[in-house]
Nanobody, 118 residues
């Protein structure tokens, strides 16, 4: 089992940057595929980016390609989401997630709010 805690959210102007961090507990962190999701008010939660156990492969939603970068440091049990060129439509609560199988996430953090002003 793994526990996840997100941090790094906040208020930023359009065009700005933020880096989200997901800290994981447990000695088996490197066995989990990881991902970032987000949920805007009145909308369903959507996939943002994913990264494999080793960090060797990543995938992104079309809406964030070229602007967001997902990475992880297995030695620190940590995952990151670097967000550049933020837009008002990126405003949402961002969640990190973990799963033993790709695209099948079983564990979720509590979320961190990202607000982008125009």
């Amino acid at each position: 089992q793994v526990q996840l805690v997100e941090s790094g959210g906040g208020l930023v102007q359009a065009g700005g940057s933020l880096r989200l961090t997901c800290a994981a507990s447990g000695r088996t962190y490197s066995t989990y595929h990881m991902g970032w999701f987000r949920q805007a008010p009145g909308k369903e939660r959507e996939f943002v980016a994913g990264i494999t156990r080793s960090g060797g492969s990543t995938t992104y939603a079309d809406s964030v390609k070229g602007r967001f970068t997902i990475s992880r440091d297995n030695a620190k049990n940590t995952m990151y989401l670097q967000m550049n060129g933020l837009k008002p439509e990126d405003t949402a609560v961002y969640y990190c997630a973990a799963g033993l199988f790709w695209n099948n996430y079983n564990y979720w953090g509590q979320g961190t709010q990202v607000t982008v002003s125009s």
